[in-house]
């Protein structure tokens, strides 16, 4: 493969959903989801905005918003979600977080025999409690329906029959739809979830907290913002990219690992493959 159609290949599989060929919109897919999550991360994590009850119940109900979008966006399509449903998974998995959070925010202060210094790095932590908890519960709200339906599974294809495949211009047809299949994709994405929130939402507060007690921040305590806002992209640049190679897309699995019926109908090496989302 040329490097200028690797490039192309690069292009198409951020842009097009796998299971429907349309365009994802740019805000909500994975390539764009470092920009997209930043300022909401930054809101979560901002000390003077933790702080206040208002503020965290804002953040942590645009941060699901935002999760409901990208959820909801490169789900595994081959079995949608109702509108009704998608409204009812919002609003548990938005009540889950700002209850987690303003649960723990209170509680923190009320801990004993723990020092100042423990209880401010325990604060700062609340922010991800929520986020990890609602994250991967809201995965499951939004894919539940996968779950009970089952998603399209197809054949492992060799590379020849790929190819000759795609020369002909023939689709793979779907060999039926497994709900062990499904159970399993929306598992490994609920699990990336909490890796990617983990190094996001953990590694940022703490350093800052260390870094708020030099002498340089303590003088420029207009540059918190700016240095909040490096630390997360930073730590987002080089997370997400692990977070989303933990599970591939693209999931195969020996065919009688899922239900009986596909036990004999395994491509190559008795495999099956389906689409994980994510």
């Known amino acids: 493969m040329t490097p200028e159609l690797w490039q192309a290949k690069k292009i198409v599989d951020s842009t097009l959903h796998p299971d429907t060929g349309e365009p994802v919109l740019l805000p909500f897919r ?28 804002l953040w942590q109900i645009t941060n699901q918003s935002l999760n409901v979008a990208i959820n909801s966006a490169n789900a595994n399509k081959s079995s949608p979600l109702a509108t009704s449903t998608l409204v009812q998974s919002y609003l548990i ?43 991967a519960l809201n995965v499951f709200l939004m894919r539940g329906e996968e779950i009970r339906k ?4 197809y054949p492992m294809l060799s590379d020849e029959e790929k190819t000759r495949k795609e020369t002909n211009g023939v689709e793979t047809k779907s060999l039926g739809k497994s709900k062990k299949a499904a159970t399993l994709a929306v ?21 800052l907290v260390r870094l708020q007690q030099m002498e340089w921040l303590r003088a420029r305590p207009r540059m918190t913002l ?21 599970f591939p897309q693209r999931q195969a699995v020996q065919a009688q690992s899922l239900e009986k019926e596909f036990w004999d109908k395994g491509g190559e090496g008795g495999k099956v493959e389906f689409n994980r989302g994510i």
């Not at 764009?32 to 009850?53: D, E, H, R, W, Y």
């Open 93 to 135: 998995a938005v009540s889950a977080s700002c209850s987690v959070a303003l649960g723990l925010k209170a509680l923190v202060p009320r801990i004993k025999r723990v020092s100042p210094a423990t209880k401010v790095i325990l604060q700062r932590l609340v922010p991800f409690a929520a986020v990890a908890s609602a994250g």
């Open 187 to 207: 598992g490994e994405t609920a699990l990336s979830r909490v890796l990617n929130s983990t190094p996001i939402m953990v590694l940022p507060p703490l350093i």
């Open 150 to 153: 089952g998603i399209d599974i």
């Open 30 to 57: 994975m390539s764009c989801f470092v920009l997209s999550n930043l300022i909401v991360t930054a809101g979560m994590l901002t000390p003077n905005l933790q702080s206040k009850t208002t503020g965290t119940l």
């Open 226 to 246: 700016p240095v909040n806002l490096g630390l997360i992209l930073t730590t987002s640049i080089f997370a997400l990219p692990l977070a989303l190679a933990a």
